[in-house]
């Protein structure tokens, strides 16, 4: 492969709470193609909620992936490499050790981005795949609504154009409800309640955002890994397929029903449910008790799922010109 080829690759790192993400793309022609996309949960943000500092082990292993992955860009040709890191390392008071880290170990320093840019950045990716009635053929010109929820927040984002008109970010992830609800194992239909009821409590703002109302018809778009695990599980697909995926979609119902087949488990039995990552089987239900929560607090019904997420939008950004 020539020169050229190799100069059209760039990298978006995304280091979250729960996992670290990559993605290196090709340009071709107006738009990007993947090359190769990557996902390890190192859960850099254990323990955050509660002690306000970033757990050594967490800090080596989310180092040690994103060396792993910048070496592998690197090797790919991406001639530019863009790396964020969201809600842990904007709350932890020892930000500053991963940073040191990262430099030493993987050549690059995360960006830490307030979770209003995450939202923009994630409402962005959807638009390009979903925005003005792309997709599944909804008509053009309906408002898009977007859900994220991560291992430490949640974005609710919405517009009618590629730039958002209207943003909100809450200190509410899968992990960060999973360390402060500690259930039962099985949880059963009672620990799953008070998921529920808790996520029900931080998201009542949602409801009462000014502009919520004209989100009447609008599309719901959900990304990140609770929602694309849910997708999976949903579908019992034996290995994870971002084709089958991604633009799929999981109603209020169908999250309920997965919500209550998943908590009757025990949690080493949710690990091997096809579909399920093993790592993400401990929050999976504090994730979907925020989405069934999210969905209830906006009025939708159902949500289309995406699979691309701040990876994309930050590609987008930053070398999409």
């Known amino acids: 492969m020539g020169p050229a080829a190799l100069s059209a690759r760039f990298a978006a790192l995304d280091v979250g709470t729960n996992t670290v993400l990559l993605l290196v793309a090709e340009r071709r022609g107006p738009g990007f193609v993947p090359v190769v996309e990557r996902a390890r949960i190192t859960r850099l943000g254990r323990g955050v909620d509660r002690s306000g500092r970033l757990d050594p082990a967490a800090i080596a292993e989310t180092v040690a992936t994103l060396a792993e992955f910048a070496g592998e860009a690197r090797a790919l040709g991406a001639g530019g490499i863009a790396c964020v890191a969201t809600s842990a390392a904007r709350d932890a008071a020892n930000g500053a050790d991963f940073f040191a880290a990262s430099r030493a170990a993987a050549g690059l320093v995360p960006e830490v981005i307030s979770g209003e840019e995450e939202a923009r950045l994630v409402y962005g990716s959807a638009w390009r795949d979903f925005g003005l009635g ?102 019992a697909l034996p290995a994870y397929d971002a084709e089958r995926v991604h633009g799929s979609t999981l109603g209020l119902d169908e999250v309920d029903a997965l919500l209550e087949r998943m908590a009757a488990l025990p949690l080493e039995r949710r690990k091997r449910l096809p579909g399920m990552e093993p790592k993400r089987a401990d929050v999976i239900l504090a994730g979907g008790a925020i989405v069934a929560e999210a969905m209830r607090r906006t009025g939708f019904s159902a949500l289309t799922v995406s699979d691309r997420g701040v990876r994309w939008g930050l590609l987008w950004d930053r070398f999409g010109a």
């Open 134 to 235: 792309g997709g599944a053929g909804l008509p053009a010109g309906l408002p898009l609504a977007v859900l994220d929820v991560g291992g430490g927040s949640t974005e609710f984002t919405w517009g009618d154009d590629p730039e958002p008109r209207g943003r909100l970010s809450l200190q509410l992830g899968a992990v960060r409800l999973t360390e402060r609800h500690p259930a039962a194992d099985p949880p059963g239909t009672a620990g799953l309640q008070a998921l529920k009821r808790a996520a029900a409590t931080a998201l009542a703002g949602l409801g009462k955002l000014q502009g919520i109302a004209e989100l009447a018809g609008a599309r719901l778009v959900g990304v990140a890994g609770t929602v694309t695990t849910l997708a999976a599980v949903g579908q």
